[in-house]
Antibody, heavy 120, light 111 residues
């Protein structure tokens, strides 16, 4: 079964760091476009970052220079390293496989989400 | 504030039809495929519609998508209680700063 299982997250003070993980089953992370999407409490979905199959990465402006998307092919796992965290980064973070640029199928596999709370 | 504008809420009684709009411009909706995602309370989003008007795998045919010019819409016919959720339109556009852009979301309430 196609699946993404997330881990990481938690409570961190402003300025701190966290790493989120997203392990894939039944498909290969490195062969796909993979996104991180977040949702602040009571708010809508916000795209955060993408890593292309060729390793190219992009970020939304508010996290550039602070967040890094990466993958470990041996573990078939996607990561989001989050540094210099701010209160406004508080959200549920989702990883998702994206087929939009492959066959325009969209984000068809989503992780269950993991909560990041930035607070003193 | 998203470049894709959705009404914050919509409602209808069971069995009725509800339509959600997603308005943009020529540089976003006008030139790109539109996707629709359903987010049930407390759950991860789920792909409903891809490439404007195609239902994703195992999505009931009560859900339909359309696009015309710079607007798109999602229609739910034969509304059921389990359809109560938030619905988001989205586009992928690598010419924008945000490569994936979501609409603000519409909360559908089944009365």
């Amino acid at each position: 079964e196609l699946q993404l299982v997330q881990s990481g997250g938690g409570l961190v003070q402003p300025g701190g760091s966290l790493r989120l993980s997203c392990e894939a089953s039944d498909f290969t992370v490195s062969n796909n476009y993979m996104n991180w999407v977040r949702q602040a409490p009571g708010k809508g979905l916000e795209w955060v970052s993408v890593i292309y199959a060729d390793g190219t990465t992009y970020y939304t402006d508010s996290v550039k220079g602070r967040f890094t998307i990466s993958r470990d092919n041996s573990k078939n796992t996607l990561y989001l390293q989050m540094n210099s965290l701010r209160v406004e980064d508080t959200a549920v973070y989702y990883c998702a496989r994206d087929r939009s640029l492959v066959d325009q199928y969209g984000m068809d596999v989503w992780g269950q989400g993991t909560t990041v709370t930035v607070s003193s | 504030q998203s470049v894709l504008t959705q009404p914050p809420s919509a409602s209808a009684t069971p069995g009725q039809r509800v339509t959600i709009s997603c308005s943009g411009s020529g540089s976003d909706i006008g030139g790109n495929a539109v996707y629709w995602y359903q987010q049930l309370p407390g759950m991860a989003p789920k792909l409903l519609i891809y490439k404007n008007n195609n239902r994703a795998s195992r999505v009931p045919d009560r859900f339909s998508g359309s696009k015309s010019g710079t607007s798109a819409s999602l229609a739910i016919s034969g509304l059921r209680s389990e359809d109560e959720a938030d619905y988001y339109c989205a586009i992928w556009n690598d010419s924008l700063t945000g490569h994936v852009v979501f609409g603000g979301g519409t909360k559908v309430t089944v009365l």
